[in-house]
Every structure is written in C-alpha cells, then in structure tokens.
C-alpha cells in the first residue's frame, strides 16, 4: 500500500498556539458549504438499498475525495460466494473503500460509513435524489442516514489539514455498502477479513449530547403450526391449527410476560426501550377458504434481546414453551425455524477513548454527553463483537431516519464535524487506560453492569 502523502507538518510554534480548536471552529463555520456542497454529491448519486445501486459510480466519487485530502486509498470488491451465501442478488458490484492517513504510530483510529441507502416512496414532497437547501436544513435520501455524518467526518479532515493539524494517531476510513440490509457483504466482510484496522472505531449512531456505545440483539423465528384440513362441516375429521396457534400463542405470552420483566443495566436514552422484547404475529398466515378447517397456520416471532442476555438462551426458552405444547397435544405439530439473529453488542470499554468523545461533544456543544445503548443495531456491531472499543456518532436531522422528506441540519454538519475534528486532534497513540467513571463520575453509563456483559444467560 502507498503510503499517505499525509498532512502538511506544523510550523514550530504553531502547535504551542492557544485557542487552536477555536481555530477549528472558526474553519468550520467559515466554509460550511464545503459540507453542503459534499453532501448534495453524496445525495445525488442514488445508492438504493435493495438492489444496491450506483455503488461504483459513489465510491469512485469518494475515492476522489479522499485523495484531495491526502488519504491513501484501496478498494475490494466482496466476492461473489459471500454474496451468495447471505442471498444478496442483483444491484451493483459491492466495492468497499478504505481510506488511510497512516504516520505509523502504533494505533488506529477507524470511522466507517455506509454510503446505500433505502428506497424512497412517491409521498416525498421534493426529488429524494436532488438535494435541497431550505431554512437551514439538506433535504434529501441518505441526508441523515448517514451521508451527512459522511461529509461531516470529511470537512473535520480538511478543517484539521487547512489548520495544518497533524493527528497522533493513524486515522483510516472505510465507506462499505449494504449496512441497509445487514452488513454482512460490507463491513462485515472487512472487518472478518481483516482488511480494517482499528484499535478504536466510530460510526453512525446517535448525535447531538449522546453516544451509542451498543445495540441490543435481534432474534427472528417462524413457527409453523400443522393440524390437519377437514371439510367445514365436519371439524372432528380434521385439527385446527388456528386454534393450537391461539393455544400456543396463549403459552408463549406468559413466556413474554416474563421477558418483558428484563431490564438493562445501561443506559438507554428512552427508558422505556430499556426492557427486552417479544412481538408476534408481524407475519401471520392461515386458513385458505370459509367451510376448511385450516390445516397449517404460521406467525413470526421478533425477539429483541438486551446486552445482559444471549441468542443462545433466548432461542433455548422459546423452543422450551413449543416442545411442551407438542407433548401437550401430540395431534399436531409445531415447528420452529429461526431465520435470522445477531447477537446484543456493546462496546469494549476505553476509559481514553469515551473521555475523549464525551469531552469533543461537551467542547462543541456546551452539553454534557450521555453514553446510551440504541435499540437498533448498525454495523458498529462487527468491531464490537471482535472486542473494540467502538462508538456511534451521527450529523442529526431529528432521526427522521428511512421516512418520507428526510433532511440533516446544516448546523448539526458541522457540529458534527467539530466533534470529528476534535477526537481525531486528540486521540493520541500513546494513550493508556484510564478510569473514566472516577474522573466523571455519573458521565459512565454502567460500570457494574460492564463487569458482566457477556455470558449471562437470559
Ligand atoms: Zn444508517
């Protein structure tokens, strides 16, 4: 790989000059339509998400962004096998690019994004893929998810270059696709790879005073509910599957009730959001005709796991209610499919590193951050898994993510690259450890609960 031309190093003396994250600022506020202008291109360049489109088309656009800022880039396409196996067909070639300012010093500070985004309705009152300026918001698809914390990152990296700030850490960027439909085939497929470095990593999530520092888990299932079909006018020749499924449906609710008791010891911004969940029935078939017994009657379950608790126990519990009601009544059949899960993900604790954002955020926006568990997962969720230390923090249009008319604030661009800027100027590769929670006390969002993440059952 090339090596980055770099930034331009400091004059002597320059460094020692007091007020030069006012300087930053000052950047940022003066030349804003950099950001604009930059998140307009994004917008227009319509990755939609299925089938994924026009991904060639941005990462050749970003390359060339990234190269104006003296990054050194490289580019990998995911093969087609892995494509295969998570059933990604149809849409562009899916082209990850990786972009580096590497000084060698011993640690890397990673921020990814995802560049697709998802399809727009007819109900959009303005052209979703033409950016519009208007009361000092960006309308457009992608303005908050997350093309504008894209060009957010971007200008904090001029903004650092034209002040001639030289990080003291190596800084590399990726911009993966496919986040819209799980990841695998993106960030996923980098981060298994091993085709990123990161000892410290950020991406999208939540903005203004808080930080996510996790997602809870999804655990997806299908059940099936096989009677047997009888002429409507003569139910005893056949079993009715609707009525097992509402017998069935009766038990798995008291199985519910009891997970709707759990309660994360995090934080999450909405206490409400702070108990585990179990929906049923968001996909439900039965019966095909008025005078037939219905023989097979199918309905999904989508469990919503805290960080406290694990897939494997979860799915444990729910197989326990269906074996029970097939030892119950052995004249139907229940089955179960689980179609798709990921684990609950939190970030591997670095007292440096959330000292660091919480400190940038409270220096830009005068408000003391808030480090919060989302209810959604992003892609944050692969450098999680692999035990980095990883963040979430987004350009805010008021989460109008993936509706009609979504928009980003001008003002939170460039907030939001004033926080970039300043994590990136302080994080330093010699840092260590140290407490977080004694230099800020309540700022630390669980310190018991982070003694025992992993492994507790549910
Ligand atoms: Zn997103």
């Known amino acids: ?7 331009p190093r400091l004059r002597s003396g320059q460094a020692m000059l007091k007020g030069i994250e006012d300087k930053i600022k000052s950047y940022l506020r003066a030349n804003k339509k950099y950001a604009i202008k930059l998140l ?5 360049i319509p990755t939609i998400n299925p089938p994924g489109e026009n991904y060639e088309k941005m990462v050749d656009f970003l390359e060339g962004e990234c190269i104006k800022l003296g990054l050194a880039v490289r ?11 998570y059933g990604v067909k149809g849409g562009s070639k899916r082209i990850s690019l990786v972009a580096d300012l590497d000084e060698g010093y011993r640690k890397t500070f990673h921020i990814n994004f995802h560049y697709d985004v998802v399809p727009a309705t007819d109900k959009w009152k303005t052209d979703p893929f033409r950016a519009m300026v208007k009361d000092g918001r960006i309308y457009g698809r992608g303005s908050e998810d997350m093309k504008g914390t894209i060009a957010s990152a971007l200008f904090a990296l001029k903004a650092l270059n034209e002040c001639s700030i030289n990080p003291k850490i ?6 993966t696709p496919d986040e819209e439909i799980g990841g695998r085939t993106g960030l996923g497929y980098l981060v298994g790879k091993g085709l990123v470095k990161a000892d410290y990593a950020m991406s999208e999530g939540y903005s203004g005073n808080y930080i996510s520092v996790g997602n809870k888990g999804v655990l997806w299932a299908e059940i099936e509910v096989i009677g047997k079909s009888a002429h409507g006018s003569m139910p005893y020749k056949g079993v009715n599957s609707f009525e097992r499924m509402n017998m069935l449906v009766d038990e798995l609710e008291k199985l519910k009730n009891k997970i709707l008791k759990r309660k994360t010891r995090y934080n999450m911004r909405d206490a409400i959001s702070k108990n585990a969940t179990f929906v049923m029935g968001g996909f439900l078939e039965g019966g095909v005709k008025i005078n037939v017994v219905p023989g097979i009657a199918k309905f999904s ?3 919503r796991l805290i960080p406290e608790e694990n897939i494997g126990a979860a799915k444990k519990e729910i197989k326990a209610v269906i074996n029970k009601f097939n030892k119950r009544c052995k004249d139907s059949k229940v089955n179960i499919r689980f179609v798709s899960q990921g684990s609950p993900a939190i970030s591997k604790r670095d007292d440096a590193f959330f000292k660091t954002a919480a400190d940038s955020i409270k220096a830009t926006i005068g408000r003391k951050a808030n480090f919060s568990v989302m209810p959604g997962a992003t892609d944050m969720r692969y450098f999680m898994w692999k035990g980095i230390p990883s963040l979430g923090y987004s350009a805010s249009g008021g989460e109008k993510w993936h509706s009609d008319n979504e928009f980003v604030y001008i003002d939170s661009l460039v907030d939001t690259a004033n926080v970039y800027a300043l994590i990136i100027k302080r994080l330093n590769s010699q840092n260590k450890s140290y407490s977080f929670c004694e230099l800020t006390g309540k700022n630390c969002y669980g310190r018991k609960g982070y003694k025992n993440i992993r492994g507790k059952g549910a």
Request: proline share 3%; charged share 30%; aromatic share 10%.
């Open 170 to 175: 190596n800084i590399q960027l990726s911009f």
């Open 75 to 85: 580019k990998y396409v995911t093969p087609k096998q892995v494509l295969d196996k």
């Open 1 to 7: 790989m090339l090596k980055a031309r770099g930034f």
């Open 301 to 303: 379950i989508d469990r």
């Open 40 to 44: 307009s291109n994004l917008i227009e």
